[in-house]
């Protein structure tokens, strides 16, 4: 079955951007000049996904703004000939259609997504965390869903991480298909340090069925009292076929300050305004 829904939770606080998320959602902190909400949607778009379904709390108003029209400012940039600007912002709001429903509580990124589930009825989907992004020939969720297409069964996405990092993530093993597929046989949430049964960690993006969402409806929360997509793909991949694809692409993991200031230098030196101050900056201090 064709994939053309996908959830993202951005129900989140982001306390480890305060004071800069304070007023803002973090998903607005913007990679030059977009914020990280928009390249992930349109890496969806261009996968062939035609509903986004975004998962949120209060103090999330700007997200809705932001795919929504502006016509004050359309306006003044129609009185100034800004032709290009106006183009740009007309795209974003006809880039999908947009669906948000509001997570009562926080009660964990499972929570979060099995609010859609009624939205999404019996179809597979694909799920992108809002921290993550990726620069890929291939967009990264395609690839997921060409080996989706391939086995027919819940596939994530997995990146190589140094194992200093690994008790930071969820970290899969299994036997390995091809060069960029295995079939996860173990799956395990921030292990400590030493006992990751790979260098491959979980990386924000997934297809999930109807059979997840079944799970997360009858899932015991940690004692958090949240409700983990994480523990439910642990627990499916017992019992049933559950893959992993190895990303072909640069992941930047956005919730972390380093990385998140990394994405702004790699996508800012492919910029065509900021690219050679850039360069010539990162020339004059020698980085």
């Known amino acids: 079955m064709r994939i053309t829904k996908a959830i993202i939770p951005v129900a989140g606080f982001g306390t480890r951007f305060l004071p800069a998320t304070k007023a803002q959602p973090k998903e607005m902190l913007p990679v030059v000049d977009k914020p990280i909400i928009q390249y992930i949607v ?20 700007a997200l809705e703004d932001h795919f929504d029209r502006n016509f004050e400012l359309e306006y003044r ?19 999908a259609q947009f669906v948000y429903v509001r997570q009562r509580s926080p009660k964990g990124d499972g929570d979060a997504i099995l609010q859609a589930r009624d939205i999404v009825g019996n179809e597979p989907c694909a799920v992108f965390f809002g921290d993550d992004l990726v620069d890929a020939k291939v967009p990264a969720i395609k690839q997921l869903m060409n080996t989706y297409e391939k086995y027919g069964d819940p596939v994530v996405c997995v990146t190589p991480r140094h194992k200093n990092t690994l008790h930071r993530y969820g970290v899969i093993g299994g036997v390995s298909l091809d060069s960029h597929t295995l079939q996860i046989k173990k799956f395990v949430e921030k292990p400590a340090p030493g006992k990751a049964p790979s260098n491959l960690a979980v990386f924000g993006r997934y297809i999930i069925t109807p059979a997840i969402f079944e799970m997360l409806a009858n899932q015991k929360p940690r004692g958090d009292q949240e ?14 076929a559950l893959y992993a694809h190895i990303l072909d692409g640069t992941p930047f993991d956005c919730g972390n300050k380093a990385d998140y200031v990394n994405a702004i230098l790699h996508f800012g030196l492919k910029h065509p305004e900021v690219r050679d101050t850039l360069r010539k900056t990162i020339r004059a201090r020698h980085l």
């Open 42 to 61: 349109e890496e969806a778009v261009a996968a062939g996904i035609k509903q986004i379904i975004l998962i949120t709390s209060q103090n999330k108003r």
């Open 77 to 95: 940039l129609q009185k100034k000939g800004d032709k290009k600007t106006l183009g740009a912002i007309l795209d974003i709001t006809d880039l």
């Open 227 to 240: 409700i983990r997509l994480a523990d439910a793909l642990a627990k499916y991949a017992e019992k049933h």
